[in-house]
């Protein structure tokens, strides 16, 4: 079960066509690279599955997938019980899977062998009872929390029912305090005009694990579709200064989203890799040159990304991004940055 608000910010999102995307295939590069992804989703909701079978399909693409990590979309909730642990119907879903995975009949794969969750972190210092249920849940795998915290001005830009600035909230605050206080890790999705938001968060806690999700979020709708080239700009500036904090992390990925302005889901054929890493090359370069591929991880945001590329398509464009990169390096960004941050050994 998701809530409204939730259902409305996903179905504002491509949805992906069987057909149109199996009219692309590619050989999978590179297939020995390991690969972890360091962000996915499992839900089941009105309109819209994504399953382990699903992503078991998407798996078999080729690439050398060893783990992936599930972040949470507000799916599974509880139907019964105290509001605030309704959330806890998505960690016991999620690991429920992930014991699934790990039997080994499935593929080589540890399916959401990392588990990040959600609490609602305007309720204060009042979240640590839910936090430690989360952790009950999913002992071996629950290694952090990402609120809900994308807000935009614009209409056309602004999905979730949510008040601005909640990372500036006291009651976030203690949260996040509560987070910090248990060894989790900090997942956080906002829009670029939000990234200064980041920064003085980081300021108050310096040494909290935080990973910024899909590239920091680049806009290229609403207000920027005409001025993309000015918003690159103002995108590239701000992922500098939130990459002066070294507890910071990125993670590379999410442009497949219809937030970028990209239109390649109207088109009649489905992207390339090479269409994608054109497309996605500077965006790429210039998270990985501000952060370093120690602090950079590759993620598919499938199925959201979904709308775009398929799964082997996706992969084949990182890896043709990451060419200029050494082997130790590619290694870092494909794998071993998402092993290490989200403690996956």
């Known amino acids: 079960m998701a809530d409204e608000s939730h259902l409305k910010a996903l179905k504002r999102h491509v949805h992906p066509r069987a057909e149109w995307l199996a009219s692309r295939t590619e050989e999978a590069l590179d297939p020995n690279l390991l690969i972890v992804d360091a962000h996915h989703h499992l839900f089941d909701i009105p309109g819209n599955r994504y399953l382990f079978d699903d992503f078991l399909s998407d798996l078999r693409s080729g690439h050398k997938v060893e783990a992936t ?56 210092s009042a979240v640590e009872r839910v936090l430690d249920a989360h952790i009950r849940a999913a002992p071996d795998r629950f290694r952090g929390i990402r609120p809900m915290t994308a807000w935009h001005e614009s209409s056309e830009i602004r999905a979730l029912d949510i008040p601005p600035d909640v990372l500036m909230q006291a009651p976030a605050r203690e949260a996040i305090n509560a987070i910090y206080k248990r060894g989790l890790s900090l997942d956080i999705w906002v829009f670029f005009t939000q990234l200064d938001q980041v920064q003085k968060l980081c300021e108050v806690f310096p040494e909290l694990p935080v990973v910024v999700n899909h590239c920091g979020g680049p806009l290229g709708i609403g207000p920027y579709e005409q001025i993309q080239e000015a918003a690159f700009g103002q995108w590239s500036k701000a992922i500098k200064g939130v990459a002066k904090f070294s507890n910071v992390h990125m993670k590379v990925g999410g442009l497949g989203m219809h937030y970028t302005g990209s239109d390649f889901h109207r088109r009649v054929s489905p992207p390339s890799s090479d269409d994608l890493a054109e497309r996605w090359s500077p965006f790429v370069e210039t998270c990985i040159d501000a952060f370093g591929p120690g602090r950079c991880m590759f993620e598919s945001n499938f199925p959201v990304d979904k709308g775009t590329c398929s799964y082997q398509v996706l992969w084949n464009a990182f890896k043709k991004i990451s060419r200029r990169y050494d082997d130790g390096e590619r290694r870092r960004l494909f794998s071993e940055t998402a092993m290490q941050f989200y403690r996956l050994h």
Do not use: W
Request: one cysteine or more; proline letters at 2%; charged letters at 20%.
């Open 69 to 124: 990590v599930h972040v949470q979309c507000r799916s599974m909730y509880r139907v019964d019980g105290p509001e605030e642990m309704k959330a806890l119907g998505e960690t016991e879903f999620v690991n429920g899977v992930a014991a699934q995975s790990a039997s080994g009949l499935y593929g080589q794969a540890k399916v959401c062998a990392g588990i990040v969750g959600a609490i609602d972190v305007l309720k204060g």
